[in-house]
T-cell receptor
Framework: GAVVSQHPSWVICKSGTSVKIECRSLDFQATTMFWYRQFPKQSLMLMATSNEGSKATYEQGVEKDKFLINHASLTLSTLTVTSAHPEDSSFYIC??????????FGPGTRLTVL | QKEVEQNSGPLSVPEGAIASLNCTYSDRGSQSFFWYRQYSGKSPELIMFIYSNGDKEDGRFTAQLNKASQYVSLLIRDSQPSDSATYLCAVTANAGKSTFGDGTTLTVKP
């Protein structure tokens, strides 16, 4: 399967700071990238859908000004959590999709906000 | 009613048995169906996908799709302790966005 990397794999930050998470598709050009959040023992929650060169589409209830998504190229998407608070602590996972709609997931980023 | 429903489990089977995981979906326009496996603390990994009615086999895994009944299942033959994980069913319509079920937790006991 295709390889998707995510960086960093974990981050601890102080409340009020911003954190940027990178998602890269290493061996294919992703038409679409997705950002998910997962709390312990809960299912994946889709936050937004990102297409290269266009604005991200956010799911209902997800604040677009707090979770900034930039999809600069067919292989790179970034998620910036602005002014992070403890309730933003979660496991953030990106995925990249090819034209067959298969999603290849990155390894995830565990964010802890103190 | 959720768009994609799975039995939450936990499902427990002895080593060597067949594990059967089920998923139903509500959108009749759904075209692509996926099964992902997620180990605790890790991100999901794709196990199988199926697009057409019927069975699709890959090693110990068999996916079954019945669009008329809006039902997709995953069978794991000769279950191993390493198969213990949460299995996520995902359904995709034309827009390309997948809807995930809440997952079924499988435990294979040695």
């Amino acid at each position: 399967g295709a390889v998707v990397s995510q960086h960093p794999s974990w981050v601890i930050c102080k409340s009020g700071t911003s954190v940027k998470i990178e998602c890269r598709s290493l061996d294919f050009q992703a038409t679409t990238m997705f950002w998910y959040r997962q709390f312990p023992k809960q299912s994946l929650m889709l936050m937004a859908t990102s297409n290269e060169g266009s604005k991200a589409t956010y799911e209902q209830g997800v604040e677009k000004d707090k979770f900034l998504i930039n999809h600069a190229s067919l292989t790179l998407s970034t998620l910036t959590v602005t002014s992070a608070h403890p309730e933003d602590s979660s496991f953030y996972i990106c995925s990249a999709s090819d034209r067959l709609y298969e999603q290849f997931f990155g390894p995830g980023t565990r964010l802890t906000v103190l | 009613q959720k768009e994609v429903e799975q039995n939450s489990g936990p499902l427990s089977v002895p080593e060597g048995a067949i594990a059967s995981l089920n998923c139903t979906y509500s959108d009749r326009g759904s075209q692509s169906f996926f099964w992902y496996r997620q180990y605790s603390g890790k991100s999901p990994e794709l196990i199988m996908f199926i697009y057409s009615n019927g069975d699709k086999e890959d090693g110990r895994f068999t996916a079954q799709l019945n669009k008329a009944s809006q039902y997709v299942s995953l069978l794991i033959r000769d279950s191993q302790p390493s198969d213990s994980a949460t299995y996520l069913c995902a359904v995709t319509a034309n827009a390309g966005k997948s809807t995930f079920g809440d997952g079924t937790t499988l435990t294979v006991k040695p």
